[in-house]
C-alpha cells in the first residue's frame, strides 16, 4: 500500500478537477467561445456561476485512486473525464425531462434552445473522451488509456439504456415494477458511479482483483446514492438538502411510490393510481399519498435497502485489503454525507 503523504483536502482535489477541466477549454478558436461558454454556464464554472453539483463523481474516482497508489493528481484527467462525461447526460436529460431549472439557474436549452443545447451535451461529450487522452501525456501506458476508454463507452451505453427504459415507462401511466426500477437505477445511476470508481482503481493497480472489488464497492454506493434520494425527493427538509420535495408533485415513479403500488392493498392500490393520474395534485392529495405510502412501509423498504447497499459497498471497500486510512476515512465521510438514509 502507497501510503499518502498529506491529509486529503477534498476542496483541493475538486478544485483541480475543475481547472483540468478549464484546462481543456482554454485554448480554443474565438469564432466557436460561444459553445464553450454554454459548457462553462451548466458546469457552473462561468464568472457568476457556483459550482453545480457537489462533483461526487470525480471525488470518488480520485479518492479511489489515492488510497491505492498516493498522489491523486496524475488521475485528474481521469476525474475531468468522468465529471465530463456525466454533464453531457445531464444537458440532454434537461431537454428529455422538459426542466426549465437546475441548481437555481436556467438550463442551457432554456436560454439557448434545445439544438444549442444538444450541441453543447455533445460537446461535453467529445470534451470527456479529450481529457481521457491526456492520460497518455502523464505516462499512462496506451493499454490503460484503451482499457479506460473502453469502461466509458460502456458505462455511456448503459445510461442510454437506462435513459431509454424511464422515458419509456414515464409516457405511460402504469407503474414499472420494483424489478425494472432497480435494472433502470442500476443503468442510470449505479453505471457511472462503478465507472467513475472503477477507473481510478485501473490507473492505480494492475491487480484485477482490486478493480473488481473497487467497481463492486461503486455499484453498491450508486444504488445507494439513488435509494436516499428517492427517499429525499419525498420526505427530505428543505433545509438539509437545498432543495423542495417534490418527486410527488412532479409524478416521479421513484421506488417508494412503485413498491407501495406493487404491497397496497386494492383500495390503497386504486386510490394511489387516480392520485398519482393527477396532473396538478393538491396538498391534501400528496398528503394522501404520502399517507400510503406510510401504510404500505414503502419509507422503511426505502429506506433500509439504501442501507443494505451502503453496508455492501463499504463492505467491499475494506474487502480490496489496499485502502490507505485517510483515503478510507475521506471515502466513508462521503458515503455519510450523501447517504442520510
Known sequence: MTSVSNDLDLGAMIAD??????RLVASREPSTAGVYDMVLYHLGLDHDGAPAGKRMRPLLGLLAYA????????ALPGAAAVELGHNFSLVHDDIEDGDRERHHRPTVWALHGVA???????MLFSLSRMALHRLSDLGFSDAKVLRLTRLYDETCVALCEGQFIDIRTSESD????????????GRKTAALIAASIEAGAILA???????????????????AFQLNDDLLG?????????????????????????????????DDRE???????????????????????ERTGARDYTRNEARRYRDVALSELDAAGVVDRDAR?????????????
Open 205 to 223: 493497480t494492475d491487480d484485477d482483483e482490486i478493480v473488481r472489488r473497487y467497481r463492486a464497492f461503486g455499484w453498491a454506493l450508486g444504488l
Open 116 to 122: 444549442q443545447a444538444i450541441n453543447t451535451g455533445d
Open 271 to 293: 386510490r394511489l393510481l387516480a392520485l398519482y393520474r393527477d396532473p396538478s395534485p393538491t396538498p391534501g392529495q400528496l398528503a394522501d399519498i404520502v399517507a400510503i405510502l
Open 67 to 74: 488510497s491505492i497508489a498516493g498522489d491523486y493528481r496524475r
Open 174 to 185: 402504469e407503474l414499472m415494477s420494483v424489478e425494472l426500477y432497480f435494472d433502470m437505477i
Open 17 to 22: 478537477t475543475e481547472a483540468e477541466i478549464l
Open 329 to 341: 476515512r475521506r471515502l466513508e465521510e462521503i458515503i455519510v454525507s450523501v447517504i442520510t438514509a
Open 234 to 266: 419525498i420526505w427530505g427538509q428543505e433545509r438539509a438538502t437545498g432543495k423542495e420535495p417534490s418527486d410527488l408533485a412532479r409524478r416521479k415513479k421513484t421506488l417508494p411510490l412503485i413498491y407501495a403500488f406493487e404491497h397496497a392493498g386494492p
